[in-house]
């Protein structure tokens, strides 16, 4: 098959594995070039080169950075631009969790999933932002969490963060549709990845009891729904949060 004389340029963050990788993916079996971004070079660069092996007339660049760091972010962004282009769709997808009681929790563990999943949003939508609104088109897309919508006992840090999201993603939408950029979240239930894999069986069972279809979701039916709002079908959705749950949030 001929490739697309223009590809989308896409970066996608926490793409070594689960959720992101499946994303990075997906957007990539639509023609875009993707700059995968992770802390662990060695994870990002495998699913880089399984991407060139697949598409090899199309670029596939792999980062080692913290999202939380304001610098490292715009040194990625900077690079990304240069070597590519344009950035015309950002996944932040970069996420990570340190259950805890209230009681019980550090301010360490309350700091680090902020600094990860709020400030790394901020920093990667901030430096993005500029260069989709000399673009003027672009489509950002954050992937939030039911925890941010409903709460869940034993991560207060995790839903703050999340409802933080999808406060940031109403906010942005706002902010920049009349430049032709549009915002949104996904927000999945319980997939299976090494996140939900660090969780005890009792508790994975507790979970997948309330799922109303009754199973846990799998990493690429995230990522169909990315592509979609990535995708020309999607250009009049801007300020969403779609479930992605299996029902496990209806209200
Ligand atoms: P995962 O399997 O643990 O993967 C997390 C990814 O993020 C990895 O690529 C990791 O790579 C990267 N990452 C973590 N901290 C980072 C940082 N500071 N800077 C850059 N990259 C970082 O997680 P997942 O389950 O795929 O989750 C992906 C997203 O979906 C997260 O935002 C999560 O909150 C959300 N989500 C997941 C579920 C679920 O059930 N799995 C449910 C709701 C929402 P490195 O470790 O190399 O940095």
């Given at each position: 098959?001929?490739?697309p004389?223009?590809?989308?340029?896409?970066?996608?963050?926490?793409?070594?594995r689960?959720?992101?990788?499946?994303?990075?993916?997906?957007?990539?079996?639509?023609?875009?070039?993707v700059?995968?971004?992770?802390?662990?070079l060695?994870g990002?660069?495998?699913?880089?080169?399984e991407?060139?092996?697949?598409?090899?007339?199309?670029?596939?660049?792999?980062?080692?950075?913290?999202v939380s760091q304001?610098?490292?972010?715009?040194?990625?962004?900077?690079?990304?631009?240069k070597?590519?282009?344009?950035?015309?769709?950002?996944?932040?997808?970069?996420?990570?969790?340190?259950d805890?009681?209230?009681?019980?929790?550090?301010?360490?563990?309350?700091?680090?999933?902020?600094?990860?999943?709020?400030?790394?949003?901020?920093?990667?939508s901030?430096?993005?932002?500029?260069?989709?609104?000399?673009?003027?088109?672009?489509?950002i897309?954050?992937?939030?969490?039911?925890v941010?919508?409903?709460g869940?006992?034993?991560?207060?840090?995790?839903?703050a963060?999340?409802?933080?999201?999808n406060?940031?993603?109403?906010?942005?939408?706002?902010?920049?549709?009349?430049?032709?950029i549009?915002?949104?979240?996904?927000?999945?239930?319980?997939?299976?990845t090494?996140?939900?894999?660090?969780?005890?069986?009792?508790?994975?069972?507790?979970?997948?009891?309330?799922?109303?279809?009754?199973?846990?979701?799998?990493?690429?039916?995230?990522?169909?729904?990315?592509?979609?709002?990535?995708?020309?079908?999607?250009?009049?959705?801007?300020?969403?949060?779609i479930?992605v749950?299996?029902?496990?949030?209806?209200?």
């Open positions: 098959m001929a490739e004389i223009l590809s989308q340029v896409a970066i996608v963050t926490g793409a070594s689960g959720i992101g990788r499946a994303i990075a993916l997906r957007l990539a079996a639509d023609g875009a070039q700059a995968l971004v992770a802390r662990s060695a990002v660069e495998n699913v880089a080169a991407l060139r092996s697949k598409y090899p007339t199309r670029r596939f660049l792999a980062f080692a950075c913290d304001l610098k490292d972010v715009g040194v990625v962004v900077d690079s990304v631009v070597e590519l282009g344009r950035i015309d769709i950002l996944v932040n997808n970069a996420g990570i969790t340190r805890n009681l209230l009681l019980r929790m550090s301010e360490e563990e309350w700091d680090d999933v902020i600094a990860t999943n709020l400030k790394g949003l901020f920093n990667f901030k430096a993005v932002a500029r260069q989709m609104l000399r673009e003027r088109r672009g489509r897309i954050n992937i939030t969490s039911i941010g919508l409903i869940n006992a034993g991560q207060a840090n995790y839903a963060s999340k409802g933080g999201v406060a940031f993603t109403f906010t942005l939408a706002r902010e920049l549709a009349t430049r032709g549009t915002v949104n979240a996904v927000a999945p239930g319980f997939i299976e090494d996140m939900t894999d660090a969780m005890s069986e009792e508790a994975k069972a507790a979970f997948q009891q309330k799922i109303p279809l009754g199973r846990l979701g799998k990493p690429e039916e995230i990522a169909e729904i990315v592509a979609f709002l990535g995708g020309p079908l999607a250009g009049y959705i801007t300020g969403e949060v479930r749950d299996g029902g496990l949030a209806i209200g």
